[in-house]
C-alpha cells in the first residue's frame, strides 16, 4: 500500500482521492487544509455534482476524515 497525503480538499482533490481509495492501492494519511472546515470536507467528498455520491461511509470523528472506517489525519494549522 502506498501512503499519500493530500494538499487541500478542492473538487478535484476529491475526485482524485476517491479513485485513489477505490484502487485498492492507496492509503489517505492526511489531508492538509487549512481554509476548509473538516464537516464541509466530509459533504464535498460525499457528494460531487457530476460524479454522484461516494458509494461508502464518510464521516468527521475526532478531528479525523473517516472513509469507510479508515481515518485520515486533518492538518489546518
Known amino acids: 500500500m502506498i ?3 493530500v494538499n487541500e480538499c478542492g473538487r478535484i482533490e476529491c475526485l ?3 479513485d485513489a ?3 485498492g492501492k492507496v492509503v489517505i494519511v492526511a489531508i492538509s487544509d487549512p481554509f476548509i472546515d473538516l464537516n464541509y ?3 464535498m467528498f460525499q457528494y460531487d455534482s457530476t460524479h ?3 458509494n461508502g461511509t464518510v464521516k468527521a ?3 479525523k476524515f473517516v ?3 479508515k481515518p485520515a489525519s486533518i492538518l489546518q494549522d
Open 3 to 5: 501512503k499519500v497525503g
Open 16 to 18: 482524485v482521492t476517491r
Open 21 to 23: 481509495f477505490k484502487s
Open 41 to 43: 470536507m466530509v459533504y
Open 52 to 54: 454522484g455520491k461516494f
Open 61 to 63: 470523528e475526532n478531528r
Open 67 to 69: 472513509i469507510n472506517g
